[in-house]
């Protein structure tokens, strides 16, 4: 993890507290500007161990309105752009963008989470239910216009070293009359519950359509949409039914995923925020955590995927991330890769050979 980097403690010690804005290392490029909440300039590093980088410059831009960073795209003044949610469909219909856009698998799960402490989800039949309830291939294909996979699991499936295939576990299928029968026996039709969401435009169409999945299923579902801050704080107090939430990794293991969304001891503000509380999961992650060998421990967090996916949390999908990039770019698939001379992406900017 970065909180783990080796740092040089003359820089640690020269510059105190200031040490986080002044960040040393030996990568390809430096930091030749920062000017905060606005942008940051990269610079290629001289004498860098495997060659100096075929770019000169790269220009991270902070621009918090989409709309403003699909004008400063469209004007020209952009190279590339991570596109808007809001504005996905027209620059994947256009003639002329189509062809310029690249998707990114993102180590994220996206999910529907359902509150274990709170009834009618205090009762495993509910849960059950809801993961019926919902058509997750149709939300997919219509609300996130494809953008994404439907998961298995809440591990994204890029981090899973053995057993990548499509016969991975995958929950519940999407079935109707089953789901009702279930709501019967727990004596939950007709339930009230509450959906909370944060504000912007996209996550309430998203959760109409969930309402309309929860209605049919006997549930009346009432969406409430707060700020991002007010939102976060009701969710990790407990306060929601149900919540539309998102999880990223902070390092590439199916840990990152398990142990923070459903290890008893992460109930709450430091990740498990559906309250889940299950001994035996718990007892597989630690054993996954304390086990040395790579495949038994793989083993073991699928055992522990399997277990906690089924019946915690709706609809589970994994986004991708869509950039789309000006014509005078080349490679930029390989963006990641355009440091190293062997390989042959670039991108040019008019004013020499740098990258927006």
Known sequence: MTTAYVVPQEEVVRFGQDFGTRP??????TLAEWK???ELMLTAREGYFEGKARIDRIL????????????????????ALLIPSSEYRRFRTDPIWSARIF?????????????????????????????????????LETVFEKRGVLAAGPVPPELWK????????GGYPYDPARQKKLIREAGASGSRIMIYGSGEPEILDFLEVIKWYLDQAGIQAVIRQLDWSAFKSAVNKGEPDAFWLSWWADYPDPENFLYPLFHSASAGPAGNRTRCVDPGLDRLIESAQRTVDERQRYALYRSAETASSKTRRGL?????DYYVVQPRCEGFPDLPH?????????CRKRRGNQVK
């Open 24 to 29: 040393v290392g030996t990568g390809p490029f």
């Open 36 to 38: 905060h909440g606005q």
């Open 60 to 79: 991270y831009r902070v621009i918090p309105e989409d709309l403003t960073a699909v004008m400063e795209f469209e004007t020209g003044r952009l190279d």
């Open 103 to 139: 998707g990114r698998p993102g180590l994220n799960t996206y999910y529907l989470g359902l509150n274990c402490t709170r009834p009618p989800f205090n009762d495993r039949r509910v849960r059950q239910a809801v993961n019926m309830a919902i058509d997750r291939q149709r939300i």
């Open 162 to 169: 053995y057993d990548k295939g499509p016969t991975r576990a």
């Open 316 to 320: 589970h999908v994994h986004r991708a």
């Open 338 to 346: 355009l440091f190293h001379r062997q390989r042959n992406g670039h």
